[in-house]
């Protein structure tokens, strides 16, 4: 039994250390450890609540637009206060501008060299000019001796299958990738004044007042990620998956799957009517519950905090608190900054997978119909057709991201098109000044999606000020310790029955990894 430890993992946003123990050419067991501690909890307490939504943008990187919204629906929800429909249109199309940057990014720049044999490309016949400059560019690269990022990939390894031609292709497609990244950044500071960490959305609506013009620069700027979606990510996604269909059979995870919804509904701003809905699926069937952020439970037996952080509390418990208490890595105790969040005492994978699933099982979601199609049109293509389960595997997060990212470019351009009829029938309303209102005592909680995941903030005012802050970001769910019983969490699960072909070279290990965002 080989015992294998890959620290750092590369290619994501954040600090993550995990170990596995391989045994006849699997995994048997795998223990995650987030080495981070971000600690916002503690340094958002004690300030006027104004400021927390501009603080806890900067949990996150990647995903910062989703964490200002979180907060910011948190102290709407303490405040009492509604935003008016054009500021809840305009911070769909922030959100979409960033679902669509965090995806692409994903696939093409932290994911696709799991699978794409850059070095092979050399070996390619280019089937255009365009494709011959960029081997010729990779040749030149490499000739250097000088491979940068490249360097220490896991090149010619056996479980690397596409075909040369194939690998130059995607390697193309990763340069295009880069621009489009910039391009949703961009059309969501056309909004936002900047990305990361826009300024527009605080509690009561936002502080931008678009001109058609703004309104017709973000859909020009979003119309080249659009279709960079429609004609190069999916096809991409389908032309890669049938090399990879055995990806299907492993990393199944725990089998319970969360989502607080995401991309409102202007009319009904009701969360099982979102574009992605709220809810959850237990033990794998394919059944969908209504689920509420009061029902969360943290834990920290396997944490680096004290006992009074977890104990099964409620984040927006009146005792709820954050206080570190590091020891060191030990896998037979306490190994990593994530809580164990929990519902029902059952550990939930977040993410893409779990809001595709939730919205495939949820016929009365005003999208229904898209990810029926959706998600019917690629099983059939895979040659599995009227088989959803297989999606609950390493391949079904990876596909799950395409065929999202699809849903969410139509979710755009219908809430653009909604916007503008709303701006020509002389709706003008962008804010409701009750959110300069901060009441002198008050709890709230704000449940959203972040690309990567299920996302709340909860807050709790005291004397005008925060008196307490908890934020449960999808790492504290995907990414969880054992919990109080054992179980392990989702990636950890995930990571057991995966085929290793190299224990030197545990490519398989990261594949499984990066299929959950981290």
């Keep these: ?19 596995v123990e391989v045994d006849g050419g699997k995994v048997k067991d795998a223990w995650t450890t987030c080495t981070l501690f971000r600690g916002f909890e503690i340094f958002i307490k004690d300030r006027p609540p104004l400021d927390a939504w501009h603080i806890a943008h900067r949990i996150c990187g ?7 919204h979180a907060a910011t629906m948190g102290l709407e929800n303490s405040f009492n206060v509604t935003p008016p429909g054009n500021a809840v249109l305009i911070r769909n199309l922030m959100e979409a501008a960033q679902q669509l940057h965090s995806h692409v990014l994903w696939f093409y720049t932290l994911n696709a060299f799991d699978y794409v044999d850059v070095l092979s490309a050399l070996s390619a016949q280019p089937s255009t000019p365009a494709l011959k400059t960029v081997q010729d560019r990779l040749k030149a690269f490499a000739d250097s001796g ?11 390894h056996p479980a690397m299958k596409l075909p040369p031609e194939m690998n130059l292709e995607l ?33 009561g609506g936002v502080t931008v007042v678009p001109s058609l013009q703004d309104i017709e620069n973000f859909e020009f700027i979003m119309k080249e990620v659009t279709d960079f979606v429609r004609n190069v990510f999916v096809p991409d996604v389908l032309a890669v998956a049938p090399y990879y269909i055995d990806h299907a059979t492993f ?16 009319d009904s701003r009701d969360p099982y009517k979102r574009a992605l809905p709220r809810g959850a699926i237990f033990g794998g069937q394919l059944k969908v519950e209504q689920v509420d952020p009061s029902e969360v439970q943290e834990y920290v037996s396997h944490s680096w905090y004290t006992h009074d952080s977890g104990a099964g509390k409620n984040p927006g418990s009146n005792n709820a608190t954050t206080a570190p208490q590091y020891t060191k890595v030990d896998t037979n105790d306490k190994y990593t900054w994530a809580k164990t969040a929990q519902i029902k005492n059952k550990p939930m994978e977040v993410g893409t997978l779990a809001r595709m699933l939730i919205a495939y099982l949820s016929p009365n979601a005003p999208y229904y119909a898209t990810v029926k199609s959706l998600v019917d049109s690629t099983l059939q293509a895979l040659g599995s057709a009227g088989k959803p389960e297989i999606l609950i595997s390493a391949l079904g997060r990876i596909a799950t991201k395409a065929l999202e990212s699809v849903l969410i470019a139509d979710k755009a351009e219908a809430d653009l098109a909604r916007l503008k009829q709303n701006i020509k029938d002389g709706d003008n309303n962008w804010f409701n000044p009750k959110g300069h209102d901060v009441p002198d005592a008050g709890a709230g909680v704000g449940a959203w999606e972040a690309p990567r995941g299920a996302l709340a903030h909860w807050n709790r005012i005291e004397g005008g000020k925060i008196a307490s802050y908890q934020a449960v970001p999808a790492s504290n769910w995907n990414f969880s310790p054992r919990n109080d019983q054992g179980q392990r969490g989702p990636v950890e699960e995930a990571l057991v029955g995966t085929p290793v072909a190299d224990a030197a070279k545990p490519l398989e290990v990261l594949r499984v990894i990066h299929t959950f965002d981290p």
């Design 146 to 156: 000088q491979l940068g990022f490249l360097d220490g990939g896991y090149w010619g």
């Design 251 to 266: 990393g199944k995870g725990v089998g319970n799957f969360l989502s607080w919804g995401v991309l409102e509904d202007v």
């Design 1 to 19: 039994m080989a015992r294998i430890v890959v620290d750092p993992v590369t290619r994501i946003e954040g600090h993550l250390r995990v170990e």
């Design 171 to 203: 390697t193309a497609h990763y340069l295009q990738a880069l621009a489009i990244q910039a391009k949703a950044a961009q059309a969501l500071a056309v909004f936002g004044g900047k990305f990361p960490y826009h300024m527009s959305t605080p509690p």
């Design 62 to 68: 990647v995903c910062p637009t989703s964490h200002g």
